[in-house]
């Protein structure tokens, strides 16, 4: 079925927005990086290329159902932190924001009976879900590791080679 106007609008601004959380996690990453966190810069590597597939599968379901993809801009990324805790926190912040969106995107792919968008949408609310939660259980860990270095150092480690797992 092919993909209406407003549809295909709203899609393209959910690609932007999943493209500017790749660009900002990769910038929390070099931040991490450069502080000496390098397992932790490694899970942001990793999350910035899983957003990069969120932006993905928006853009091939939108060729898919003959609408256009347009990229729209993307705003500089968040360079300075406080620490690391500060750097998680804007990560769930953000997360958060794309929670929303995808919840205005199921809204109006209801109002407009879009239904065919449905099973993709399902998909990134379940997603939404695990990414808000991974980022507060982080955040969790922080709070309990950071009253001195071995804290710090072990859930750098963890987070690193959680990922080199995956
Ligand atoms: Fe694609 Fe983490 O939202």
Redo the contacts with the bound molecule.
């Keep these: 079925m092919q993909i209406s106007e407003t549809m295909n609008a709203a899609f393209n601004d959910q690609i932007t927005?999943?493209l500017q959380?790749a660009h900002n996690y990769l910038s929390m990453g070099a931040w991490l990086e450069s502080a000496g966190f390098s397992g932790m810069a490694r899970w942001m590597h990793a999350?910035s290329a899983?957003?990069t597939e969120?932006?993905m599968k928006f853009y091939q379901f939108v060729l898919d159902r003959g609408g256009r993809v347009l990229l729209g801009p993307l705003d500089a990324p968040p360079s300075e932190f406080d620490g690391v805790v500060d750097v998680f926190e804007t990560g769930l912040a953000?997360?958060r924001g794309?929670?929303a969106a995808?919840n205005n995107l199921y809204g109006l792919a209801v109002s407009e009976q879009d239904f065919a968008s449905v099973p993709l949408l399902d998909w990134?609310v379940t997603?939404?879900i695990e990414?808000e939660a991974t980022f507060s259980q982080i955040l969790d860990d922080l709070a309990l590791a950071e009253g001195g270095p071995h804290g710090m150092l072990f859930l750098d480690r963890e987070l690193g080679s959680r990922i080199a797992a995956e």
């Design positions: 927005m999943e959380a999350q899983e957003e969120h932006a953000q997360e794309v929670s995808i990134f997603e939404q990414e």
